[in-house]
C-alpha cells in the first residue's frame, strides 16, 4: 500500500504523519458516499446550514494554539503568519456561514406569470489542494462548497497532510457523515478524484493545474484552477522608498517567498542604486531560522526538492551574469538565505518562471510604461503591486496591470478573505475563488418560467 509521509522542514528526521494514500477505488466509494450525504444537505434549510458552519468555527477557534504548532512543525510556516492562517479560517467558516442566508436567485420581468433564476449545489466537489496554506486553501473552498449545499472532498498536499487529517478531525460531528473527507495521497488519488467528482477545485502548480483543467474539460465538469506567479513589485520615482523597501521585502521573503502572490521581480523606476541598497538592508533585517521562534519571518523551505530549485536558480543566475545582493551564505537543511539578485536580463529565467522560494530579481526600468510593459511581459498574471504617492496616477495603472490583483503601496502577497481572489493568463483560470465570487462556481443557475394560464 502507498503511504504518505509528511516530514517537518525545520527537522527533516521528524516525521509528522505517515498514512496510508487512498486508492483510485476508496476515493470512488468516498465520493459515492458524499453524493449521498449532498443529496440530504441540499435540502437543508440555510439557517441549519449556517449553525453547523459556525460550530465547525468554534471547533477550530477551540484549537487555535494546537493548529498553529502542527502548521509550523508541518510546513515550517513562522508561527505569527501560522497563527493568522488559523485566525483567518475561522473567520472564513464564520462568514460563509453568514453567505448560507444571501439571495439564490433575480427575478426577471414576465409577459405572462413569473420568471425567475435560482441557483443550485453542483454536488460533490474535489478540493485539490497545495501545502503552503494548509488550512486556509482547504477552508477557502471547503466552506462556500457546503454553505451552498454541496459535499466537499479535499485532496491535500503530501506535505500537509497533518493539517487536512486535524481538520477533518474538527469538522467531524459538526456537519452529516461523508459530507467533509480529506483524502491522503499524491498525484494519483488528486487524479481519481477529478475522474468522478462533480467540480473541481484546484490550487497549486502551473504544469499539474493545467493538466486538471484538461481532464475536467474531458468530463465537462467545472474546474477553477488557481495556479503560480511570478509577481512584479513596481517602484515609481515618487515612492515612499523606505515603505516600499520594507514592503516588499516581506512580500519577497516571508514565509521564504512560497507564496503563490510572492514578489518575484521588483522593477524600478529612477534611481535603482539608492532602492537596491535599501532593500538589502531590510532583506538583510528579517528574521530567519527557526519558524517556531518569535520574530521569525523566513523559515525553512518545504523540502529537499524545493531548496535545490533555488540553489540550481541562484547558480544559473550568476552564470547569466547576475549579481547578489544578499544571500549565498552557507546554510543548513532546507534553509535557504533570502537572495536578491540583479543585472539579469529579462529573458533569464528568474525572470519568466516561478521558482518557489526565498528569491527575487531586482530590475531597473525608464520610466513607467517600461515598467508596466516589463512587469505585464509574463505568461503569469496574478498580483502587481505599485508603489506611489499619486494616487491618482496609481488609479490610472490599475486598468494597465495584466493581473488578476493589483495593490498599491502594499505587498503582492496577501488579500482580504472577503475579497475574490485569483489570477489571469496561466495563473488562474475558471473564475476567481472566495468572497461572494464563490457563489458562482459552487452552484449553478436555473432559468424558471411559470406560465400562468388564466
Ligand atoms: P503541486 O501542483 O505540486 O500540487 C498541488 C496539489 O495537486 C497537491 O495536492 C498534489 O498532490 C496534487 N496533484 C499532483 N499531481 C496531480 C494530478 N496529476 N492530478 C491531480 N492532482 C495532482 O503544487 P504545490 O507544490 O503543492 O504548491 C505550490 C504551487 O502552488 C506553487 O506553484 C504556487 O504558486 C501555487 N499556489 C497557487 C495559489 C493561488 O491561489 N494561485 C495559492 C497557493 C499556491
Known sequence: MTRVVSTSPQRPSDVVVDAPATSPAEVAEAVRRARRAQRR????PATERAVALGSVADSLANQEKELTSLMVREVGKPAGEAAGEVARAVAILRYYAQQC???????????????FTVRRPRGAAGLITPWNFPLAIPVWKAAP???????????????????????????AGHVPDSLFTVLPGDAETGRALVDVVDLVSFTGSGAVGRRVAMAAAE????????????????????????????????????????KCTATKRVIVVGDAESFAEALRERVLGLG??????????????????????????????????????????????????????????????????????????????????????MANDSTYGLATALYTSDLDAALSYVDECASGMVKINAPTSGVDFHLPFGGEKKSGCGGKEQGKAALQFYTSSRTVQIVAIR
Open 288 to 373: 530567519y531560522g527557526d519558524p517556531a521562534e518569535d520574530g521569525v519571518v523566513v523559515g525553512p523551505v518545504i523540502n529537499e526538492v524545493a531548496r535545490q530549485r533555488v540553489v540550481d536558480a541562484v547558480a544559473e543566475a550568476e552564470r547569466a551574469g547576475g549579481r547578489l545582493l544578499t544571500g549565498k551564505e552557507p546554510a543548513d537543511g532546507w534553509f535557504v538565505r533570502p537572495t536578491v539578485v540583479t543585472g539579469l536580463g529579462a529573458q533569464e529565467r528568474l525572470n519568466r518562471e516561478e521558482v518557489f522560494g526565498p528569491i527575487c530579481t531586482l530590475i531597473s526600468a525608464s520610466n513607467v510604461d517600461h515598467a508596466l510593459t
Open 219 to 258: 468530463r465537462g465538469i467545472p474546474a477553477q484552477c488557481e495556479m503560480g506567479g511570478l509577481s512584479a513589485s513596481i517602484v515609481l520615482p515618487d515612492a515612499d522608498l523606505d515603505h516600499a523597501a520594507a514592503s516588499i521585502a516581506y512580500g519577497a521573503m516571508g514565509f521564504a517567498g512560497q
Open 41 to 44: 444537505w441540499a435540502r437543508v
Open 145 to 171: 462548497a457546503l454553505a451552498y449545499g454541496n459535499a466537499a472532498l479535499v485532496k491535500p498536499s503530501p506535505d500537509a497532510t497533518a493539517c487536512a487529517l486535524r481538520l477533518a478531525e474538527l469538522v
Open 101 to 115: 442566508y444571501d439571495p439564490v436567485g433575480q427575478t426577471y420581468p414576465a409577459s405572462r406569470g413569473l420568471s
